[in-house]
């Protein structure tokens, strides 16, 4: 996922995304808000995937991620061991 494509779901997720980008502080991603998260260099789809586990009630059409980048999210875990 790119940063742009990350905006446009916030965008469509949330009323005032900017607002919600630099003030909502998610414990999915580390204490961090979605503004700080990117600018402290995590991947753009890992946090989509932390507002996803923060606001369950987003819509369907907003929880799909690209193949790609589960494949992407799979060699994180391996690295780690927690595939």
Same mark, same amino acid.
């Given at each position: ?12 997720? %949330?009323?005032?995304?900017?607002? +919600?980008?630099?003030?909502?502080? +998610?414990?999915?991603?580390? !204490? ?8 402290? !260099? ?6 989509? &995937?932390?507002?996803?586990? &923060? ?8 929880? %799909? ?19």
């Amino acid at each position: 996922m790119r940063i742009t494509e990350l905006r446009s779901r916030n965008n469509e997720a %949330f009323a005032d995304a900017d607002t +919600y980008s630099r003030d909502t502080v +998610y414990a999915e991603l580390g !204490g961090l808000t979605v503004n700080e998260a990117l600018a402290a !260099g995590q991947e753009p789809g890992d946090i989509w &995937h932390g507002v996803l586990a &923060h606001n369950p009630e987003l819509p369907a059409s907003l929880r %799909f991620v690209r193949p790609e980048l589960e494949l992407h999210s799979r060699s994180i875990d391996r690295e780690s061991g927690d595939l």
